[in-house]
């Protein structure tokens, strides 16, 4: 259909000119050698304004196509809508572990990955990736009852959720199967176009251990759980905040507290001995058996 003034709207209508340019006064101004500034384009006898960003099917566009500001505005989006269920996950209701898994994906993933097929090429760039590793560990933290300083390779290993970019690339990989586009679903992971269930599976096993290895953070929780076949293996560990808080040496401990200069010493102050997690542990199991004890 041929764009009419009537219906055209002049407010919501841009063009997105895919190339640098340079803006100029006048077109004697222009050298040899320099960049052509951006055309004008006329629609059904009107200017359209040509933007270097706008939004489209909800995905924000920009003239280079790098998706830079549309990855930064979801990350940000879906925080905020985590920072709001969280309060009623963690205070009002106190949903279990499966509400507040059901609660990640379903706000989280489900705000960030929207179209994501789109713009996922992208996160090839670290810059990127970054952002967004940032942004899920803020969502389980909030979600999972997890101190904010808490890594995330303790956290993605503990809950057993996946890097946020592995789920994108693996998410976006199979809609290019359905859609029957196997070279951009090879384009993000070789030959996954002729890969099975249980091999993709497998493959984001390990590009998630490869992700794991190759940090030195939380090494008390790698030390239980050499790596995430062996985390899922642990089907009954739950992840809540105390366990994570314990795994993960992030904690209300003596210890951890005195590391930070909140607190004058490392040691317990009923026993005197050294505040860490393990102290905890067996102070709660000694409690818990005095009491059991003393009820018989």
């Given amino acids: ?110 705000i960030f990955l929207y179209a994501c097929s789109v713009w996922t090429h992208r996160l090839i760039n670290s810059t990127y990736r970054k952002h967004i590793l940032r942004a899920q560990r803020h969502a389980l933290c909030r979600l999972f009852g997890a101190y904010s300083d808490t890594s995330l390779e303790v956290l993605s290993l503990i809950i057993a959720e996946p890097l946020i970019h592995l789920t994108a690339v693996f998410r976006a990989a199979k809609y290019f199967v359905t859609k029957a586009k196997p070279l951009e679903a090879d384009s993000l992971i070789a030959g996954f176009s002729t890969m099975d269930k249980f091999q993709r599976k497998e493959t984001l096993y390990n590009l998630w251990d490869q992700w794991l290895l190759s940090s030195d953070r939380g090494r008390a929780a790698k030390a239980i759980f050499p790596n995430i076949r062996e985390r899922l293996k642990c089907n009954w560990v739950d992840p809540t905040g105390d366990t994570i808080r314990i795994l993960s040496e992030h904690g209300p401990f003596e210890t951890y507290l005195h590391d930070r200069t909140l607190s004058k010493h490392p040691n317990c102050p009923t026993d005197g001995l050294r505040d860490d997690p393990n102290h905890a542990v067996f102070a709660l199991m000694s409690r818990t058996l005095s009491v059991t004890l003393e009820s018989r």
């Fill in 1 to 110: 259909m041929v764009p009419t003034p009537r219906n055209l709207a002049p407010g919501s209508t841009n063009v997105i000119y895919p190339y640098k340019y340079r803006s100029i006064r006048s077109a004697s101004k222009v050298h040899r050698g320099r960049k052509r500034s951006c055309p004008s384009f006329t629609i059904a006898g009107k200017t359209v304004p040509v933007v270097k960003e706008t939004v489209y099917l909800g995905v924000t566009l920009d003239n280079q196509l790098y998706f830079r500001t549309h990855i930064i505005r979801q990350s940000q989006k879906a925080r905020r809508a985590i920072d709001k269920v969280a309060r009623l996950a963690m205070r009002e209701f106190s949903l279990n572990t499966q509400g507040r898994r059901t609660l990640y994906k379903g706000v989280f993933e489900g």
